[in-house]
C-alpha cells in the first residue's frame, strides 16, 4: 500500500542476577510466612532472570532499523543492568522499599525505567523470566480502577 511501512518486532535479551525476598510490609509476620512460604526465608534466595525487551516500529526506509539495538543495548544496561545485576533487590532498590518484589512488580519497574529512554510508541512489552517455568510481561497497560 503506498505510504505504509511494515511494523517489525525487535527484541534484545539480557540476564542478571539478584536476590530478594517475598515480604510485605503490611502484612504481619505470619501472614507473610503463610502467604509467601520459602520465599519469605528472612536471609532471602537469589534468581537467574532474564529479561526480554520487545520495541515496535515502522522500518527506516533509510537505515532499514526499527531502532538500532546497539542503542537498546545500553539503554538496558544503563536502566536495567546496572540497576538490578547483583544487588539485593529490597535493600539496594528504592522503589522496593515498600512494594513486594514478585516478579509482576519487577516486570512494572523495568519498564519504568524503560520508557524514560525509549518513546512510549516503541517500547512495546517487556518480559521478565524469573525461573525457567515462571514468566511475566507487561506492556504498560492500566486497569481503570486499579
Ligand atoms: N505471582 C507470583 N508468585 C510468586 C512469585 C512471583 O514473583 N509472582 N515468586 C515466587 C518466588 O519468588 C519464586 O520465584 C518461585 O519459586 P518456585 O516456584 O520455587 O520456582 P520454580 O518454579 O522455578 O520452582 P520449581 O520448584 O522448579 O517448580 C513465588 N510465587
Ligand atoms: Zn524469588
Redesign the pocket.
Known sequence: MEGSRPQVYISRTESFSAC?R?HSNVLSEEDNKKLFGK?NNPNG?G?NYKVEVIVRGSVDPVNGMVMNLVTLKDYMDQRIMQVLDHKNIDKDVLYFKNIVSTAENIVVFIWKQLEEVIPKDLLYEVKLH?TDKNVVYYRGEMFKNG
Open positions: 530478594h517475598l520465599c534466595h534468581h524469573e
